[in-house]
């Protein structure tokens, strides 16, 4: 099952581990998919339990890389479109909220050794480099250096989690698993694609 780091809702535990429940807002406008994935984990259990499927549940932290849609509405396509296109980087709030991005070749990587392992709780799969949303906006502009695009602020959507770490000691012991690309690594990668999709 692809859960989802959104489980732990706006975090007032950090690093973020398994048995931390989190702090949703139900009926926020991230509730919706915040307990949906929460439902989902739990009749995943409960099959688990009762009825003995076999089951994994994986937590997914943000991931990035190539191929990601540019106008889905997650950071990293909005930031490198509007870098290439010298707009300006709509860093929402004053952009000190964090967030921990991991390769999506990683993260493939963690979820194969996931599904092949006989661990039935719940694992965080993700890069525990956190970085604020500013400072990822400043790499990005770095990148790109395109002398037109700039950070501008926008106003903080509602509920938006201030923080959020994988705390990933169990899938390094689980799964003798941790992330292997740093974040200049797999922004040059994923930079070459936008690249080939964002035209100026
Ligand atoms: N964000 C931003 N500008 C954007 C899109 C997102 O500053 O154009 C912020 C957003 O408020 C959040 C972080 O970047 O703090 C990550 O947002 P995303 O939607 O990519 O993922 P999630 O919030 O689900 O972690």
Known sequence: MASTSEVYGDPLVHPQYEEYWGNVNPIGPRGVYDEAKRFLEAITMAYHTFHKVDTRIVRIFNTYGPRMRVEDGRVLPAFFSQAILGQ??????????????????????????????????????????????????????ALVNNPDAKVVYK?????????????ITKAKEILGWEPKVPRSEGLKRTYEYFKTVVKP
């Open 155 to 167: 106003p903080l959507p509602q509920d938006d989690p201030k923080i959020r770490q994988p705390d």
């Open 88 to 141: 300006g980087l709509t860093v929402f709030g004053d952009g000190s909220q964090t967030r921990s991005f991991c390769y999506v070749d990683d993260l493939v990587e963690g979820i194969y050794r996931l599904l092949l392992s006989d661990y039935d709780q719940p694992v965080n799969v993700g890069n525990p480099d956190e970085i604020t949303i500013l400072q990822f906006a400043e790499e990005i502009l």
